[in-house]
């Protein structure tokens, strides 16, 4: 079936630096890849559609220059959270629908700021 | 806004016990689905639901999609420890680009 991949899985980072983080599509194409934070025991929370060769677009309240997202090829979105803060410690998830068939899900990334 | 209200957001239960996790919203979906998630993990997909009145089967779990496709119930019967988790549902509109409206999720715990 089709398999959706995150790196780093966990991260752990000093306050101010920015991290990466990937989200591929291992067997399909995706034109579009979604970017979800989620906290403890609670929902999913949408932040921006990553679209492939055009900019994302972001939900409310996200604030794009702080959430870097590149799609530059049909199986590989980034996520770069610059600059980050303690606050920004989160899970980080991203999906990615394949056509005719339903979303699926990377493993997620833990990120820790220190 | 486009809101699927799922309850009960907390439910902590004796290991035999039924019990309903309930999604409803006042938005048409051409879909929606359940999802199961443990902690450090992606959410793994247990059903999706299409036709309005359909109920599937998963072993234990019953899932059923309202007659107007705006509802949906889980139901687990004699719920063992091992489903424990978060039970997401997600609701999904045609033509919105495959955007997810997502529930607030149930924390199940199943004590022995």
Request: charge should be neutral.
């Amino acid at each position: 079936g089709a398999v959706v991949s995150q790196h780093p899985s966990r991260v752990i980072c000093k306050s101010g630096t920015s991290v990466k983080i990937e989200c591929r599509s291992l067997d399909f194409q995706a034109t579009t890849m979604f970017w979800y934070r989620q906290f403890p025991k609670q929902s999913l929370m949408l932040m921006a559609t990553s679209n492939e060769g055009s900019k994302a677009t972001y939900e409310q309240g996200v604030e794009k220059d702080k959430f870097l997202i590149n799609h530059a090829s049909l199986t590989l979105s980034t996520l770069t959270v610059t600059s980050a803060h303690p606050e920004d410690s989160s899970f980080y998830i991203c999906s990615a629908p394949r056509i005719g068939e339903t979303q699926y899900f990377g493993p997620g990334t833990r990120l820790l700021v220190l | 806004t486009q809101l699927l209200e799922q309850s009960p957001q907390f439910l902590s239960i004796q290991e035999g016990e039924n019990l309903t996790v309930y999604c409803n919203s006042s938005s048409v979906f051409s879909s929606l689905q359940w999802y199961r998630q443990e902690p450090g993990e992606g959410p793994v997909l247990l059903v999706t639901v299409v036709t309005g009145g359909e109920v599937k089967k998963l072993k234990r779990l019953t899932f059923q999609f309202g007659d107007a496709r705006k509802d949906s119930s889980l139901h687990i019967t004699a719920a063992q420890p091992g489903d424990t988790g978060l039970y997401l549902c997600a609701g999904d509109h045609a033509g919105n680009n495959r955007k997810l409206i997502w529930g607030l999720g149930t924390s199940l715990a199943v004590n022995p």
